[in-house]
């Protein structure tokens, strides 16, 4: 195991430990807005140029509790992930993620790349639409644990040149009502794996590189 993914298993086991805590170090970031008015067809991927009145409020609400390095507020929003039809995987909810580097953003709502092409991973910047990634994102995997509207936190770890990984309950689901719900598990990012969007090692087959 290489120091960076020391790091990084390192920050994700200090994020579970301390879930319960009110403060977080100064050096971590939170990115976080909500913004039900964007269009899903819009070439924005974060959408902050459309966001609605309310949106803005939100977001001004999250940048001064982030001034005094405190934990953000759990929101009312279950972590539900649409797996989008040859597209990126949209998750929302009350998200901690963990970077390769060991370093950890707060948000709720995130664009996580599916195709593996992506120049800013773990985050999407469209390179599906270039590369024609074209799984429908159908999913076959059936669910281990009820759904449950209850809000929740959930940790998504980035394993370098690997998946991601999930601790929490998450609801993943797709546009044929297909819907799956875990405690944890491993998504795949590389665009290779069989079993999308869930991991099957394919990474190390192909020589996935996140960086």
Known sequence: MDDTTKRAASAAARIEQDSQTSSQKSGEAFVAYMDDSVDSGSSSLTGKDHQSTSAKALDRWFKERQKNHSAPRLLEVPNEALVTNGGPLQITGNITMV?????????????????????????????????????????????????????????????????????????????????????????????????????????????????
């Open 99 to 211: 970077l390769e580097d060991g370093s950890v953003q707060y948000a709720n709502h995130l664009s996580l790349c599916r195709c593996g092409h992506s120049g800013t991973k773990p985050n999407c910047d469209g390179q599906h639409l270039d590369k024609e990634f074209l799984h429908p994102g159908k999913i076959s995997e059936v669910s281990e644990i009820a759904a449950s509207q209850r809000p929740s936190k959930i940790t998504i770890s980035c394993i370098k040149d690997g998946p991601i990984t999930f601790r929490g309950r998450l609801r993943m689901h797709n546009q044929f009502g297909q819907e799956c719900v875990k405690m944890r598990g491993s998504l795949c990012r590389c665009g290779q794996s069989a079993s999308k969007p869930f991991c099957d090692g394919s990474h190390s087959k192909t020589g996935f590189k996140t960086g």
